[in-house]
């Protein structure tokens, strides 16, 4: 089998750099670029050979165009490094710094490229295009045949991609309020004025400024971004009447323009197809620039000013990965670097028509507002979150069908006829490899589909049990407060009792105060209820844990099918096949007239091979890939549904903690100002009675003195030890003086009392009656399905 035939070019020099007319890196209309070399240090270097016919010179205009080269310095503008000319024809050769990568031409013609630059690729292509054409607009060049072609590709030592404009023939210094006549440029990419006057040549005497680049720079992009021309009419360029038709007559918006069949209509378009390799987010931001930059009317052209602040604005915002659960879709935002917490949410809404008080977002097992501040910039976000993905949920139960999922989009293979034509084979294989390389993008994008489906629903259980055993701590904590509550209250009245019965027994104060306390029981009771309720919280945590846990075992066998299978080494094994296929395809086209008769059977049996491994790719793709995620997800958003009412339940739970916590709290105040009053009371009447001691009646005898000094010891005694049951000396040190206790207001500060108490019973009564009718709507965490057979209602036992 032969190889390929072996070239044998002319060498050629110039004063300070040599190279082989073999070793050609593209061919124009103006020169022929070679790959050569310095004389002296070997650097390696690019030649611009103009063609002899062109007659370029060292002198006049030809000089002053040279000239502008070699003061253009800039990172993403091709270095001149000197002009030079070849020894034997005296041809004028430009010696430029080489770029390994090639052109963007060379790329996008690439099966990998077919339909578009992955979107890190482009969104470089983007950044370091538009920074050239600013340093460009600042000393007033403009470039005339903006192209695919004309901007290259250097590679760094660390393997990074920078693009840089070339080809500066048709450039000329322009400023703002300058025109011009000449035609340049290619045609494809040609402003519709100068598509009229260079391609249809029609006489209108129209001129034009530096805007023309603009739009080359749109069609450029589009092109970029797809694979493929934006506008295109039936028979390519020779159908030049309708090209000019679409690019003249399209209505703003239109980013696109397709005729498929002779005479046919044209199918417009106001998106990026869907074969496009881009994110969401940056389709959002680039699409309105490619329409204001392919816009025909002058007066609604985007401005260069307007272009390059679109650029930065781009360029300058933080990058977040947002995963929409509901939909197991990957969005792709672009915020501003100032923005905070709510500005991302306010932009997850815009991409996902979710509110954002409807947005649960979660970090690992963690909610997003817990791992950052409200009030932190986006800049100041921490670098592994803007690494990682961020999982979306809706708070609220979804009722609806899960949504049906996008489907990738694969345009068919080519057809395989029965006739061998070595020529067209080569081209053949070649789409079929691009489709194999769009079939690997959708392979990969499924499997991490599948993966975050398994990895949001794990960190949304994780976020719910780590609530609820929060709740539950709560509780606890609940539980001893009360418990600590109860011993209080059985204190106190336990020693308001003996001090009703020993004030009675003196018989020398009214006892009405102490009776009407004692007859009181609203505070008992609420803080009874308040008890129950504590225990019937509890109990509902349980089993709400209780059916969590049930559920675990249903979702532990989740995986992700693609990975299980090796889904994305089998496509690669497929690609890898088909890439040799193309390889031999493209050998036997180029020695054609050498085949044998068995190289030519060898060919048939590639083929063969060719559309075996095509069927196979589209086949784990559509029959195992696609299916696969769609019955997960419909499992995920089955079992997710039930975390998110699981979650609904858990709030309830930590709003009835809550209230409880803000009733005993209620209860203790009240107990606090009866404990006051009474020491209030106790104290006036200790001061009524020393006041009898110093004042002793006359008529009383030694007998009646020492009875009620006994008595008064017995008394001041049993208060001594009331105060020490229930503090109540501390608490009187604790309040506020008071001007002394009046029996008359003793009946108004008890019906205030009463008051407060009976409000406070109504409220907590009031709370118990929502909890319970929330149980009764909630009677199930799933009602249907299969997991009505694996838990059991959602009712505290």
Known sequence: ???????????????????????????????????????????????????????????????????????????????????????????????????????????????????????????????????????????????????????????????????????FGAARDLNDDENFTSLYGTEEYLHPGMYERAVLRMSTGQQFDAKVDLWSLGVTFYHVATGQLPFQPYGGRSNKET????????????????????????????????????????????????????????????????????????????????????????????IDSTATLSGLQDAIAAATDLPASQQLLLVGGCALEDVVDA??????????????IIYLFPREPAMAEPL?????????????????????????????????????????????????????????????????????????????QMAESKKRFDLFYTCLKSIQVLLASLGQVPDTYFKELLKDETLIKVHKKAEERVEEIQRYRQGLQQKLEEARPHCKDWLDQCHTCSCTSKVEHHQTVITNIQNRFRRDKSVKNQMTTHDENIHRFERQKLQYHCSQMLSILTGHCVPARDRLHKQAFQYTGLLVKALARIIKVEKNNESVINCQQLLSCRLDKIEHKCQEEIKYLQEQHEQRQRQPSVDEGLGTSVSASNTTTTTTTAMAGAESNVHLGELVSQAPGAEGFKSRSIREDLQHLRQ?????????????????????????????GSMSRVMAQDKPT
């Open 1 to 167: 089998m032969s190889g390929y035939p072996v070239l044998k070019g002319i060498l050629q020099s110039s004063q300070n750099y040599t190279w082989n007319t073999a070793d050609s890196l593209g061919r124009g209309a103006t020169a022929v670029v070679y790959l050569g070399r310095e004389k002296v240090g070997g650097h390696v270097v690019a030649v611009k050979v103009f063609h002899e016919h062109l007659r370029v010179g060292l002198a006049g205009e030809d000089l002053r165009e040279l000239e502008l080269l070699r003061r253009l310095k800039h990172e993403n503008v091709i270095t001149l490094h000197a002009i030079e000319q070849e020894l034997q024809t005296k041809r004028v050769v430009l010696v430029m710094e080489y770029c390994e990568g090639g052109s963007l031409y060379h790329m996008l013609d690439q099966a990998q490229y077919q339909y578009g630059l992955p979107e890190k690729q482009f969104l470089l292509v983007l950044y370091h295009v538009a920074a050239g054409m600013e340093y460009l607009r600042r000393v007033g060049v403009v470039h005339r045949d903006i192209k695919p072609g004309n901007i290259m590709r250097f590679l760094e030592e660390d393997g990074s991609s920078l693009y840089k404009l070339t080809d």
């Open 243 to 334: 090209m000019y038709q679409i690019i003249s007559q399209k209505e703003s918006g239109v980013i696109s323009g397709q005729q498929h069949f002779e005479g046919g209509p044209i199918h417009w378009g106001r998106e990026l197809p869907a074969t496009c390799l881009l994110s969401s987010g940056v389709r959002q931001v680039i699409t309105p620039v490619l329409a204001g930059l392919m816009e025909p009317n002058a007066s609604r052209m985007l401005s260069y000013d307007m272009f390059f602040a679109s650029v930065k604005r781009l360029r300058a915002q933080e990058k977040l990965s947002i995963f929409n659960y509901t939909c197991a879709s990957v969005h792709t935002l672009f």
């Open 375 to 388: 009030l932190t910039h986006m800049a100041h976000f921490p670098v592994h979150l803007k690494q990682s």
């Open 404 to 480: 049906r999922l996008s489907q990738p989009e694969i345009p068919p293979f080519p057809e395989f006829l029965n006739i061998i034509d070595v020529d067209k084979d080569s081209r053949l294989a070649h789409n079929c490899l691009a489709r194999g390389h769009l079939i690997k993008h959708h392979t990969d994008t499924i499997a991490q589909q599948q993966k975050c489906l398994v990895e949001g629903h794990l960190f949304l259980r994780m976020y719910i049990e780590g609530r609820l055993r929060l709740a539950g701590e709560v509780l606890q904590q609940m539980q001893h």
């Open 756 to 784: 407060e108490s009976d409000s406070l019973l109504s409220l907590f009564m009031e709370n118990m009656n929502l909890m319970r009718r929330l149980e009764e709507e909630s009677s199930q965490l799933v009602s249907s």
